[in-house]
């Protein structure tokens, strides 16, 4: 059996409840701009990376406007509510079990860094992570160039870690590490579209929590 030592999680979505959030963010934008609304399942199918192909997707139009000035909207209104949003059911309790087991672990976030270790102390989760990284700046990396520099810094194997994330994107993250992935279903994107890439898919941490001896 394969025993995971090191655990990256993915915050937004992943352990962090926010997708009620997200969708009621993006359509204030939308609403501003006369375009159509997205209801639950429709912002599921649609969110993407990179951000600027989701906005395209969803009506934008960047010869009127700089997806600077819409991230920049986007931002200033989530850290607004972040702090109003809540854990998923069982996170805290995953975490202690692989915490329990000796596991390292560090949460990979494309949320501002700052604002990202201050939404963990509100959760009272520090305890729980090793390292957490985020973009020091909206626009200057991706989560492949925070990951490759945590394996680098940590001096971590990749046969030892695991990804776990809500998204195609976390997918293509682990890939790009060369680490395992898992994904859960509770978060950004739809479980149609999480199966579709082929890793091992959880409905949310509850079930992971469940069959945490088949993953470790």
Known sequence: MKKYRNIFWDWNGTLLDDVDECVEII????????????DRIEYLEKFQ???????????????????????????GAYSQKMFSCRLHADAKE??????GLGASQYVLSALNAEALKKCIVSFELQEFFSD?????????????ELGMEMIRDLNIEPDSAVLIGD???DYEVAQAL???CILVASGHNSRK????????VFSNLGELRSQLEKVI
């Open 49 to 75: 990376f990179p951000v600027k192909k989701y906005y395209e997707a969803i009506g934008f139009d960047f010869s009127l406007e700089s997806i600077e000035e819409a991230g920049k909207e986007y931002i």
């Open 132 to 144: 957490v990284r985020g973009l020091e700046d909206h626009y200057a990396h991706s989560k492949v």
């Open 167 to 169: 998204t195609l994107h």
């Open 94 to 99: 995953v975490l202690q079990i692989w915490s």
């Open 193 to 200: 579209r999480l199966n579709e890439c082929g890793s091992q």
């Open 178 to 180: 060369g680490i395992d």
């Open 27 to 38: 359509n204030a934008s939308l609403a501003k701009r006369n375009l159509k609304l997205l």
